[in-house]
């Protein structure tokens, strides 16, 4: 599967702009505030429905306007192209469609790539709170096992049936023994859950290690936390130990949904004790572990979106991140000047700003 062009009509400060992408490396080279993430994003926003710098897909529709669009062009494993359009609109919402016909979030996720973002402000997902994390190796797991895309979701609802019944419980409502369903009920998507995240951590440790390592991180490790483990009998019976306390506070206060995913190096913890540079490495290692995984996995191309990290890395952490992207997958790095990325990802340039298309549909 490979992102064959991208188009933005329009979309922030992109207006009709169409952009052919090759396979491998592609660079997307201009000066400050001409577009470059601008184009990642749509990118991003054609491909997942939304967008990785804002929360309020609307900031997408250009000042003064209505209308943020942006198509993806994706060609499947027999050669067939797709087409991937994402549109938020003042008046009627957003739109997610494959070929011209609204797809179901399952559907689209199957029709395009997996894709991963750095940018400078993701550094969240290793300063900030574990749920963050969590979601993310969910992601992960959904892009590396299809057919365990939906435990987290699951696992989800079993844990707010739980949580509702406690709440009434504690407000002094209900009965105490209602909650053996809910217990099985959350033990049965728990377990799954938990397998499926130690599981992908393993998969990932040993990559990260090396990732990190070639970043100048010193024993950078990936380590899954796992709250409840176990079986699902297991698992029930630790909710059932702690009932009285949950019925107290009103919650679950044990289980998957306080997991953490632990990113260290020497034995700290990045979150706490990382500085700012230790921190963006363990977050590419990460990403470049997953790339790895997947492209092992031979199932699906992973398309990695890396925003402005040259200008963030000394020259020989450069050479060494652009030596492991030729890996086979699909990269667009953005920079602002040629001169900080290294000749082997020079190969194929967008320069920005681009001119604008006449022959992009209005
Ligand atoms: N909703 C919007 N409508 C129109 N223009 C916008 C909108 N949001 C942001 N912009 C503008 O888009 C321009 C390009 O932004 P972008 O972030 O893509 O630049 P960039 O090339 O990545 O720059 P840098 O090298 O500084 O990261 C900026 O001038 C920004 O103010
Ligand atoms: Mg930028």
Known sequence: ??????????????????????????????PNGTGKTNLIEALYFALTGRSFRTSDR?????????????????????????????????????????????ADPATIARARPPVAVFAPDRLTLVKGPPAERRAHLDGFIA???????????RFGQAVAQRNALLSRLAAGYGSPADLGIWDSGMAEAAAPLVEARAEAVADLATAFNEAATELGLDEGALEYAPR????????????????????????????????ELKLNSAGRSLRRFG???????????????????????????PLLLLDDV???LDPGRRERLVNRLGDGGQVLITAADEESVPVAALETVVRMPPPQ?????P
Do not use: C, N, Y
């Open 1 to 30: 599967m490979l992102v064959t062009a991208i188009e933005a009509r329009p979309l922030r400060s992109l207006d009709r702009v169409r952009v052919e992408l090759a396979p491998g490396i592609v660079s997307v080279i201009g």
């Open 58 to 102: 609307r900031d997408l529709i250009p000042f003064g306007g209505s209308l943020a669009r942006a198509e993806a062009t994706v060609r499947d494993e027999d050669g067939i192209e797709h087409q991937l359009l994402a549109a938020v609109s003042r008046s009627e919402g957003r739109r997610h469609l494959i070929d011209g016909s609204p």
């Open 143 to 153: 892009a590396r096992w299809p057919a365990r895309a939906e435990l987290r979701k």
């Open 228 to 259: 409840a483990a176990g079986s699902t009998e297991e698992i029930r019976a630790g909710l059932e130990e702690r009932r009285e306390q949950d019925i107290r506070l009103g919650r679950s206060s044990w289980g998957p949904h306080l997991d």
């Open 275 to 301: 500085s700012q540079g230790q921190q963006r490495a363990a977050l590419l290692a990460l990403l470049f572990a997953e790339r790895q995984a997947l492209l092992e996995a031979r199932r699906v191309v």
């Open 310 to 312: 040259m200008s963030e």
């Open 357 to 361: 298309t006449e022959s992009a549909a």
